[in-house]
């Protein structure tokens, strides 16, 4: 079958040959539909990143038609249109046993970390990864929903967004487009910024209460502006350069929370004074749960999430990355085999 395999940094992607995967007794073998394309992939191809093993199929965002079923595998049937979840959690850890499976101690599989992928024509998962994909619902918005949408309801849980609180989301990609719509549905006030006056114009139509061009100056003060000069109660910081994350910080109202969502190799100078008398914090969110896949599914049938998607061949994995890296993906882009 063909797949993408990321070999070492700087290495082009091209579509190779390899042998078909096949399910264990407790796995499901599924032929991908679509695949989504995310920041992480250009996080590994920039040396940012590093799977835990080389080479390795990319692809984290996966959604197809389970074609066969192990042996011991329940209530998974050939046919069944599905989403993966890319973290494989072992449901016994501590992490998982408190509901935290996206922090799973002792994970099965973790796509295009440590297991292959879905930029490949079938992938085989465990049967507890997949979640069934609603009626009606595409398979390549299912596929782009399994990281943008799951990533910001996560965010959204641990920043404890409150109705009525104002919240701005800095970067508009995938995940920050996916987030307005959260935070609409959370009865928050989203502000988006961004620096593309196509992704500002998608998040004003998505829900945005406030737009604020980035290229225009100083951000900090549009959002004080924005917010009637109180600062902002919460803001999720999608970029995490160095200057993303001051001006994320001068954007923070009293006991605001940053919430830090994207990463890059910037380091971000923190004052402590500056966060300690307004009694400011700082939190991390990292990926998402399965049932925050599971919420996103519904969110997206029910037409409370909408996704803008931009399909690709399995073929053209570089020029996708090509395109997402140079800011000209609105929405989220995906590879179909
Ligand atoms: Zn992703
Ligand atoms: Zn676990």
Not at 137 to 162: F, G, N, P, R, W
Request: aromatic share 4%; with cysteine.
């Amino acid at each position: 079958m063909r797949a993408i395999r990321f070999h070492e940094q700087g290495r082009p992607l091209v579509v190779e040959e390899i042998d078909a995967p096949r399910p264990g007794p407790g796995d499901v073998l599924i032929d991908v539909v679509a695949a989504g394309v995310c920041g992480t992939e250009l996080h590994f191809l920039e040396g940012l990143l590093t799977p835990a093993t080389t080479p390795i199929t990319l692809g984290h965002e996966v959604a197809g038609v389970v074609a066969e079923v192990g042996a011991e595998v329940a209530g998974v049937a050939p046919g069944d249109r599905v989403a993966v979840h890319y973290l494989h959690a072992c449901h016994r850890c501590r992490s998982c046993r408190a509901g935290d499976d996206h922090l799973c101690d002792a994970p099965l599989g973790f796509l295009a970390f440590v297991t292959d992928g879905g930029f490949a024509d079938r992938i085989v998962v465990p049967a507890s990864a997949v979640v069934p994909v609603p009626e009606g619902l595409d398979l390549s918005v299912a596929a782009t929903l399994c990281c943008s949408a799951t990533t910001a309801l996560h965010a959204v849980d641990v920043a404890e967004v409150q109705p009525g609180s104002s919240a701005v989301v800095y970067g508009t990609g995938g995940v920050g487009l996916a987030m307005v719509q959260v935070l609409r549905e959370a009865g928050a006030r989203p502000i988006a910024v961004a620096r593309n006056p196509e992704r500002l114009a998608l998040a004003r139509e998505l829900g945005a209460a406030a737009t604020v061009d980035a290229t225009g100056g100083d951000v900090a003060a549009a959002i004080r502006e924005a917010t009637d000069g109180a600062g902002a109660d919460v803001v999720f910081e999608l970029v995490g350069t160095r200057e993303t994350g001051a001006a994320a910080l001068a954007s923070l109202g009293k006991r605001g929370t940053l919430v830090y969502v994207g990463y890059s190799f910037d380091t971000v100078e923190i004052t402590p004074l500056a966060l300690v008398v307004p009694e400011q914090r700082i939190v991390t969110s990292v990926g998402n749960r399965r049932s925050e896949l599971v919420a996103a599914l519904d969110l997206a049938a029910r037409g409370r999430l909408r996704t803008t998607v931009r399909e690709y061949p399995l073929e053209q994995a570089g020029t996708a990355l090509e395109d997402l890296r140079a800011g000209r993906v609105v929405g989220r882009a995906v590879l179909v085999p």
